[in-house]
Every structure is written in C-alpha cells, then in structure tokens.
C-alpha cells in the first residue's frame, strides 16, 4: 500500500509553498511519512521567516508593487502614456463593450448599485479616452493603465476576485504594423518581467471574438488587433493593437508558484510568505 500526505498536511505544505515534487511524495508507512512531515514543515517556516526577514530588510516592496514600477517605467520609456481612470464604472460603458443581461461576463461582475459596478476590465475606460485623444494628439497614441479589476471567477489556482490588469494600447499605425506590434508589444512586457518561455495563440474570447494570448504554461495576457466590431460604438476608427496582462498572474509564472492567491492583495500572506508560521 502507498501512503500519501493527509488533506490537511498537504493543504499546510501547500500554504508554505512546497515543491511540486514533495507535494506528490509517498511513504510506506504512517510514522515515516507524519516523520517526513514534521521535518518539511519545520524547514519551510524557517524558510518562510527568512523571508519574511528579507521583506523587512532588505526589499520593503511587494513583488506585485515592483512589478507595477517596473512595468510602468519600461512603457514609458517605449513612449507610452500612463492614465489612472475610475475603478467605479457606469453599466453603460460596460454595455458599450457588449456586456449586457445575457453575456456571460454579466454574471462576473460585482454591481454596487442598479448602474454602477466595479470594473471588471480596464478596456472601456481606454477606449473612452483614445475617443478624446484621437482629437487631440498626433497618432500613433500610446497609453496603458495599470489598476484593480474586480471578476466574480470561481476559483482555480489561477484566479482571484480582485487582480491587478495592465492594459497598453496603441492606436494610429497602418493595420499591417499593428499586428506586428502586438508580438513586439508582448515581448517588451515578458522581457521586462523576465519570462522566457511564453507563445502567443490564437483564441477565441467571449468579448473581443479572436485574441491573441500570451501563454506560459497559463494565459497570463490576451491580445487584440484593431479594428475591431465593437470600435464603432467608440468612435474609433484607426488600426491599433492592445493588450491586457495580469499582474498577479506573471509573478506566479515568474516565481513557480503553484497558487495565486499568494500573490495578490491579502492578509494571511505578506509578499508571497504565509503568516500563519
Ligand atoms: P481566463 O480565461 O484565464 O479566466 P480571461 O481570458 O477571462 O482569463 P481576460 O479578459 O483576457 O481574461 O483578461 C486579461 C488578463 O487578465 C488575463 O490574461 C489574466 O492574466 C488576467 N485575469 C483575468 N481574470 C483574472 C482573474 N480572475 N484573476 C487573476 N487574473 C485574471
Ligand atoms: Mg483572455
């Protein structure tokens, strides 16, 4: 007979994030494997008060912080301008993206009230303001927003509730570039966060129609090439490309963990450390 961890063993290495290899570990009898346990646990706290230790001393910034700095300053530099637009959006702007009663996004969506809900994508807001833009700058436009979205997702490992999006669009350049652009733009992004191995593939997508997602081993973004059946609604007329990634999502690719819930705003871990040690 093999012996594997209890649930509640595992559920506790888990929290201590413990290889993959030691999560599947299997023992022949009881007392080696709770012996195991005992001393996995005592080395993952101790590794865990290191780097909690590291966070007071020496980093003082959440990789989710830092990521946000230096995502914004490798855009800026590539000429991009940064935007923070309001997190509460009205219904209209989201009906405006084709979000209505019977998508099925609508039902992911947290409403504060009969109009107003929490952002769920930060896509309406840019399109709002290219609509300005495009009377008053020379193309190509460049902007990008980095912020809170908030989803109703059921679980997985690679959800949450609240995450963190940045979204980068340029507009104005010949269609044939704009596609080129999207691979260019996609690898500005994965070079700054320091992923390697990511494919761009085509998917279809239950707002845009086709996207292009970035991919490594999850989706950590999607792209899309204007123009586009929804631009019309905005006014938008020129080529352009744009994508969103998630942030909570690239650190978890970035750093090998197995779940996203340490990544993101919480109490019970701090940067990634579980408090509970
Ligand atoms: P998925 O199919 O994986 O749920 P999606 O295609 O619905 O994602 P998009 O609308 O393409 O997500 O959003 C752009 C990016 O935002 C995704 O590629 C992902 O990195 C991130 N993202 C979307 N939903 C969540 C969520 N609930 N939690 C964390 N990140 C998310
Ligand atoms: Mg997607």
Known sequence: MTITWTIAQKQRLRELNVT??????????????????????QLLVKQSKQHLMEMRNIHRRPALCKLERVLSDVL??????????????A?????????????????????LDEDRCLRPMLAPNLYYLLRELVRLWEKPIRIFEIGPCFRKDSGGGCHLNEFTMLNLVELGLSEEKESK?????????MNAVGIKNY???SNQCEVYGETIDVVSKI?????VIGPHILDTQWGIV????????????????????????????????????????
């Open 91 to 111: 219904k209209g702007l989201l009906a405006k993206m084709s979000i209505t009663k019977d998508h099925p996004l609508f039902k992911q969506v947290f409403w």
């Open 20 to 41: 993959p290899d030691l999560e599947e570990k299997v023992f022949s009898d009881i007392q080696e494997r709770d012996k195991t346990f005992r001393s996995i646990e």
């Open 238 to 277: 020129d080529p352009w490309a744009g994508i969103g990634f998630g942030l909570e999502r690239l650190i978890m690719v970035k750093e090998g963990y197995q779940n996203i819930q340490r990544v993101g705003r919480a109490l019970v871990y701090l940067n990634g450390v579980r408090l509970n040690i």
């Open 199 to 201: 494919q761009l593939i």
């Open 76 to 89: 800026i530099k590539n000429e991009f301008v940064q935007v923070v637009t309001p997190i509460i959006l």
């Open 219 to 223: 989706e950590v973004g999607s792209g």
């Open 181 to 189: 652009r999207l691979g260019e733009l996609a690898s500005i992004i």
